[in-house]
């Protein structure tokens, strides 16, 4: 749909608060009674289009990584975080570039994309990581484990938003070979997950880096 599209598009670079109805409407091709009849007003557009974009990123990265359930964790948890990465580096990810915006100047409708969109890809990633620790984790160590995970993937969208809004800045070798940063970023982390599992199984408990 034309107006889904560009409305993604619009929103992505902008943000909420500086686009207009009339402008997605002009780029679309249409006029305001379309808006007004399938999506009533600019909150619903403006939800229904970062769902579009998210779920077109998906289509176009599986969050799998195209990993086999039946696959040890640690391989899915790979799949993961080059799905994760890859959506985020592309070029035409509308979905990440509104949730820089989103970032920087939040409106009240995120709560409602978390819970039906974003939330289940979280529990999806961090119930690897539980597999990935084993038994004796508590859920403290499996979400600083997703957190950091998750703060590694977001350093990649930080820079594409400066690059992006700072172009004659020198580039950043991360953006230049994302999949080798994705794979940097399954090394380091699956050292540390297992690191921190060998740890709590010789009898650390819940406190596995001791000072």
């Not at 970032?103 to 990633?125: F, G, S």
Request: proline content about 6%; hydrophobic content about 40%; overall charge negative.
């Amino acid at each position: 749909m034309r107006l889904i599209a560009a409305a993604s598009r619009i929103f992505a670079e902008k943000g909420f608060q500086e686009t207009t109805i009339a402008e997605i409407c002009k780029q679309a091709q249409t006029n305001i009674a379309a808006v007004n009849y399938y999506f009533r007003d600019k909150q619903s557009l403006y939800l229904e289009a970062w769902r579009h974009a998210f779920h077109r990123d998906l289509a176009m990265h599986p969050p799998d990584g195209g990993i086999a359930a039946d696959a040890p964790p640690e391989q899915r948890l790979a799949g993961r975080i080059r799905s994760l990465i890859a959506r985020i580096a592309a070029d035409d990810s509308h979905f990440f570039a509104i949730i820089n915006k989103e970032m920087a100047q939040p409106t009240a409708l995120l709560p409602e994309i978390l819970e039906k969109e974003i939330n289940p890809q979280r529990r999806a990633m961090l119930a690897l990581i539980k597999e990935c620790l084993g038994p004796e984790a508590n859920d403290q160590t499996i979400h600083y484990c997703h957190a950091s995970i998750i703060g590694q993937c977001f350093h990649l969208l930080r820079i594409k938003h400066i690059q992006n809004n700072y172009p004659a800045m020198k580039t950043c070798p991360e953006l230049d070979d994302s999949a080798a940063y994705a794979e940097h970023v399954i090394g380091f982390s699956l050292a540390a997950i297992h690191a921190l599992r060998d740890r709590l199984e010789h009898g650390h408990g819940d406190n596995p880096w001791p000072c």
